[in-house]
């Protein structure tokens, strides 16, 4: 399985991005697709999650409502409306995708910049 980001960019603070994920390649029949981000001097941490059917999941005090996660199972892809951005929002995003309780496969990630 491949997984290909984008739709990071600059934005100011209190703008919005998208980002996407396509998934390719041998794809399970249901697979639950995530986004985590990295900040520079920082772990990865958990932003988001959607499962095959569209119940989605949120790291309360990161998202504080300003993101919505979506996925299209046609398009084999994954969304992430990001509103209301802030400068500490600034990472490198990552999408991922598992089938089971772990993720298995990770995409090359893309870069948010939010400025003050």
């Known amino acids: 399985v491949q997984l290909q980001a984008c739709g990071g960019g600059l934005v100011q603070a209190g703008g919005s991005l998208r980002l996407s994920c396509v998934a390719s390649?041998?794809?399970?029949?249901?697979?639950?697709m995530g986004w985590f981000r990295q900040a520079p001097g920082k772990e990865r941490e958990f932003v988001s999650s959607?499962?095959?059917?569209?119940?989605?999941?949120y790291k309360a005090d990161v998202v504080k409502g300003r993101f919505t996660i979506s996925r299209d199972n046609d398009k084999n892809t994954v969304y992430l409306q990001m509103n209301s951005l802030k400068p500490e929002d600034t990472a490198v995003y990552y999408c991922?995708?598992?089938?089971?309780?772990?993720?298995?496969?990770w995409g090359q990630g893309t870069q948010v910049t939010v400025s003050s």
């Open positions: 390649g041998p794809t399970s029949g249901s697979y639950t």
């Open positions: 991922a995708y598992r089938t089971g309780r772990e993720y298995d496969y």
């Open positions: 959607i499962s095959w059917r569209g119940i989605p999941s």
